[in-house]
């Protein structure tokens, strides 16, 4: 299930009730990777703490650049307050990715009193448990490799909890 656009009514269902949809950036070609690591940080702190981990699509050509950059940034970032009723559910997600072959690049920890650790995941599997449970929430970032606009709406309709998809918009300049 996909809702358009970032701002679109809630309406969740199943999804538990201080759960927001699952984000899905879907990074485009002609933005500046830079500039579309910082949107893209700045959108996902707005409110991670109500959301399932957070789902990066980028293609193969530009996936690497991107990692690096969304590692530096992460690694530079404080601990996070763990949203409430966490119990346990950050360190099982994190194994849980870690199990079904995702690579960790930074973060993964549960800080105990200091928070969570902001996370990113490589290598994640459109499969991966934890890109289809909606309960877990935390500072997780998945990215997975694509080949295109026509994978990614196959991966999209794949999802069995809804999603936000998330539209960079490009600055328009006139003459």
């Not at 656009?5 to 009730?17: M, R």
């Not at 933005?31 to 957070?54: C, F, G």
């Not at 990066?56 to 307050?81: D, F, Q, W």
């Amino acid at each position: 299930m996909v809702t358009q656009q970032d701002n679109a009514a809630t309406g969740f269902g199943e999804f538990p009730s201080q759960a927001l949809p699952r984000l899905v950036f879907v990074v485009p070609q002609e933005l500046p990777l830079a500039e579309v690591a910082e949107r893209l940080l700045r959108r996902w702190r707005r409110d991670w703490h109500q959301r399932p981990p957070a789902w990066i699509l980028v293609e193969e050509g530009r996936h690497a650049n991107l990692v690096e950059m969304l590692r530096r940034r992460l690694a530079k970032t404080s601990p996070l307050p763990s949203p409430p009723n966490v119990d346990g559910l950050f360190r099982d997600a994190t194994l849980a990715a870690l199990d079904g072959g995702a690579t960790l690049v930074t973060g993964g920890q549960d800080l105990s009193d200091a928070g969570l650790q902001a996370t990113l995941f490589v290598n994640v599997k459109p499969s991966l448990r934890l890109l289809h449970n909606p309960e877990v929430q935390g500072p997780i970032l998945c990215l997975s490799r694509s080949s295109g606009p026509e994978r990614n709406r196959f991966l999209l309709e794949q999802m069995e909890s809804p999603v936000r998809l998330h539209r960079f918009q490009t600055q328009r300049t006139e003459s």
